[in-house]
């Protein structure tokens, strides 16, 4: 039946099915089940685990939409799909070695900058207060903010992950590409992470957890800028200074505890 479905293009709606099954909260199985199977459909396709009638790379075309449709289960669904979202997201981000992980090698920068400017950065943004009680049951304004927090800490976490994790490939692909987009998810991060709120102390320590990496990566220090005559490291530091200025002496400190 799924071998049916996506040879005749049918793949949006198959998504938008599962979507809306992990998504509800009345039957809670329900819900895993599709969220199972939405984060198994291009692990599938992309390791030929199926004999599903496909052009080579096929499954590039449907990873972000599919990741998409997770996200949107992360940022509105109930507090368990929700969770069970972002263990998906993770695995189709960052698996490497397993059946169900992809073959990173055939995955353009292109494709990662839309899944990063398209899936991943909207998970920060705060949601609408209106739409988050509902998402969650209905709960207590108290709780439903806690959860709130805790998905764009969940976020944060996972966006930093995905850079330092596929970084020296996309270097690789794009050393041009790669400081523009570093330094536009720099500035959505630390803008994020400076407004009072019950996120900001797990969104501060996924950006200090990025900025201490890159800090200590000798190729990362090698990096030139899109600013002129300026290092992407001083770039870097040039866009969090002015908004968290005592970042930069907590991160020397832990690089070298005498300075």
Request: hydrophobic share 45%; aromatic share 6%; charged share 15%.
């Amino acid at each position: 039946e799924l071998s049916r479905l996506l040879s005749m293009q049918h793949f949006p709606e198959l998504l938008s099915t599962l979507k809306a099954f992990a998504s509800q909260n009345s039957t809670p199985p329900a819900a895993a089940a599709a969220l199972g199977q939405l984060s198994s459909l291009v692990p599938q396709m992309a390791r030929g685990a199926r004999n599903l009638p496909q052009k080579s790379g096929q499954w590039q075309s449907l990873w972000v939409p599919t990741l998409h449709a997770l996200a949107d289960v992360a940022r509105q669904g109930s507090q368990k799909s929700s969770a069970q979202a972002f263990v998906y997201l993770q695995r189709l981000l960052l698996e490497q070695g397993t059946e169900l992980s992809l073959p990173w090698e055939e995955v353009e920068f292109s494709v990662w900058k839309e899944c990063m400017e398209q899936v991943l950065l909207p998970l920060l943004q705060k949601p609408a207060a209106a739409v988050d009680s509902e998402a969650v049951g209905s709960p207590t304004p108290s709780t439903s903010a806690d959860w709130a927090a805790a998905r764009r800490a969940s976020a944060a976490q996972l966006i930093c992950r995905v850079v330092l994790t596929h970084m020296p490939d996309w270097l690789r692909r794009a050393p041009s590409g790669f400081p523009i987009l570093f330094l536009r998810l720099l500035h959505i991060l630390v803008s994020e992470a400076a407004e009072p709120g019950e996120s900001q102390e797990g969104l501060q320590e996924s950006l200090k957890n990025l900025l201490l990496v890159v800090s200590a990566d000798p190729v990362f220090l090698e990096l030139g800028s899109p600013n002129q005559g300026e290092s992407l490291l001083q770039s870097s530091w040039a866009v969090v200074d002015p908004i968290l200025p005592a970042l930069r002496r907590e991160i020397a400190l832990i690089l070298d505890p005498s300075a």
